[in-house]
């Protein structure tokens, strides 16, 4: 039986896993989750006694479920360690880890989906002030990461090196929210051809909203949304 990925289209966290699915080479099945209809399905009694966080992804391999992508994909990298996703010594793991923290941690909670809502539902704030807010810490998180990465010796073609690994994965779908919300992205030319490369490989292609069985007839490649 393939494992299965409960997954949402957009879902950034979603969107790393496959990622990282497919540069495993791991086949997989896809279970759409709308974050959006019918009130939310994350919502729904039967995916809650699955998930109590009410979030995608949750990857499911028959015998267990994980939630929290980071979780996954480290999961997925033990089981299957060819091609890593991280590096070989401790320091060089703990910078990947740090990098893919900033974005995991740092930029994509506080613009997730349901921070957006509550901001606009529950503190009434107007869509122009919640695209201000979305904005400015996409901007000041990718500048930060910026400034590591264009003056560090361990970059290559991708963030560690010349092979994807962990950051690529997360800095990818962090990058298809800043275009989509319209982000300058001019000043962070680093991180651009960073995202350039992975983009021309198949598992981020496969891995990117239109790809996706649930895609809401959208081209993010050329102008991703969030």
């Known amino acids: 039986m393939k494992p299965k990925l409960y997954s949402y289209w957009r879902s950034s966290a979603a969107f790393r896993v496959r990622i990282a699915l497919n540069l495993k080479g791991m086949s997989y099945e896809v279970i759409p989750v709308h974050l959006s209809k019918n009130g939310g399905e994350q919502l729904a009694d039967a995916y809650s006694k699955q998930n109590p966080n009410q979030l995608v992804p949750l990857f499911d391999d028959g015998k267990n479920t994980i939630h929290q992508s980071i979780a996954i994909i480290e999961y997925l990298n033990e089981i299957q360690t060819k091609p890593p996703l991280l590096p070989t ?9 740090a990098l893919a923290m900033d974005i995991t ?12 809502r509550y901001l606009v539902k529950q503190l009434g704030i107007s869509g122009e002030v919640k695209d201000v807010w979305y904005q400015h810490w996409i901007k000041s998180g990718l500048a930060s990461l910026e400034k590591r990465l264009s003056i560090d010796v361990r970059v290559g073609r991708f963030v560690y090196g010349d092979q994807p690994g962990l950051v690529d994965i997360c800095l990818v779908p962090q990058i298809f929210n800043a275009l989509s919300s319209k982000v300058d992205v001019s000043p ?3 991180l651009m051809k960073i995202f350039d490369e992975c983009m021309r490989l198949p598992a981020f292609i496969d891995a990117s909203w ?8 959208l081209n993010p490649v050329a102008t991703p949304q969030k």
């Open 188 to 190: 962070y030319p680093s």
């Open 210 to 217: 239109e790809k996706q069985i649930d895609a809401e007839g």
């Open 89 to 97: 010594s401790a320091i060089d793991r703990a910078w990947v880890r």
């Open 105 to 116: 941690s740092d930029i994509h909670p506080i613009n997730n989906l349901r921070v957006l």
